[in-house]
């Protein structure tokens, strides 16, 4: 029960751009001004990109990317689908879209290349200004 508790709490955490998916140690890197500033960044470039229309407001996808040393994706992948094949295609396209990023930190760059995890929710979009 604990176990389930702290990986939905984790969840929720990358939900918010505080997280990341694979990896040990991402509690410390969670908090870290660094990494946060850029998972921060690139959400915000993911977003200016993203468009989806109509839907219900709960969609959510899960997709695991990965960034190589100069930032550009080298995979992207849907861990939970949204069962709205064209809202999953939507967050994909927003990733390539937005690639390339700037380089990513130095000491996290393996964590980056490994891939990163994120929640697309479609209500987060239309709350966007």
């Given at each position: 029960?604990?176990?389930?508790?702290?990986?939905?709490?984790?969840?929720s955490?990358?939900a918010?751009?505080?997280?990341?998916?694979?990896?040990?140690?991402?509690?410390?890197?969670?908090?870290d001004?660094?990494?946060?500033?850029?998972?921060?960044?690139?959400?915000?470039?993911?977003?200016?990109?993203?468009?989806?229309?109509g839907?219900?407001s709960?969609?959510?996808?899960?997709?695991?990317?990965?960034?190589?040393?100069?930032?550009?994706?080298t995979?992207?992948?849907?861990v939970?689908?949204?069962?709205?094949?064209?809202?999953d295609?939507?967050v994909?396209?927003?990733?390539r879209?937005a690639?390339?990023?700037?380089?990513?930190?130095?000491?996290?760059?393996?964590?980056f290349?490994?891939?990163?995890?994120?929640?697309?929710?479609?209500?987060?979009?239309?709350?966007?200004?």
């Open positions: 029960m604990a176990e389930k508790r702290r990986s939905e709490e984790a969840a955490a990358t918010h751009g505080e997280g990341i998916g694979e990896g040990s140690g991402s509690s410390g890197i969670q908090t001004p660094a990494f946060l500033y850029y998972y921060q960044a690139i959400r915000e470039r993911i977003k200016r990109q993203w468009t989806f229309y839907g219900n709960e969609l959510t996808t899960v997709v695991t990317f990965s960034i190589n040393a100069d930032g550009n994706v995979s992207t992948r849907i939970r689908s949204s069962n709205d094949r064209a809202f295609n939507s994909v396209r927003a990733i879209s690639a390339p990023f700037p380089a990513p930190p130095q000491k996290y760059r393996e964590q290349q490994q891939g990163i995890e994120a929640v697309f929710k479609l209500g987060e979009l239309s709350s966007q200004g």
